[in-house]
């Protein structure tokens, strides 16, 4: 079982940045995948990036590719979304999601956070 808590949200104006921390408890953070979701409102929730538990491989959204970078401390059981240049339509609230399978489906992560509100004013 894996709990996760992000945090790191809030306003920002567009073209400025924020970093969102999610951290997970339990002792196998590391073996897990973790990924970054969004949704805004009324919208379907959608991928923006994922790590692999090992060897760093990672993804992204091609609307987030070149802003965002993702990265993880296991030693701290924390992921982070270092989000730059930043976009009104990247308003959402943005969910952190943990899993064994590393990618961009919804599926492949067994856990999620209860989400962090990221707004872009223009």
């Known amino acids: 079982q894996v709990q996760l808590v992000e945090s790191g949200g809030g306003l920002v104006q567009a073209g400025g940045s924020l970093r969102l921390s999610c951290a997970a408890s339990?002792?196998?953070?590391?073996?897990?995948?973790m990924g970054w979701f969004r949704q805004a409102p009324g919208k379907e929730r959608e991928f923006v990036s994922a790590?692999?538990?090992?060897?760093?491989?990672?993804a992204y959204a091609d609307s987030v590719k070149g802003r965002f970078t993702i990265s993880r401390d296991n030693a701290k059981n924390t992921v982070y979304l270092q989000m730059s240049s930043l976009k009104p339509e990247d308003t959402a609230v943005y969910y952190c999601a943990a899993g064994r399978l590393f990618g961009y489906a919804d599926s492949n992560y067994n856990y999620w956070g209860q989400g962090t509100q990221v707004t872009v004013s223009s």
């Open positions: 339990g002792s196998t953070f590391r073996t897990y995948a």
């Open positions: 790590i692999a538990w090992i060897g760093g491989s990672t």
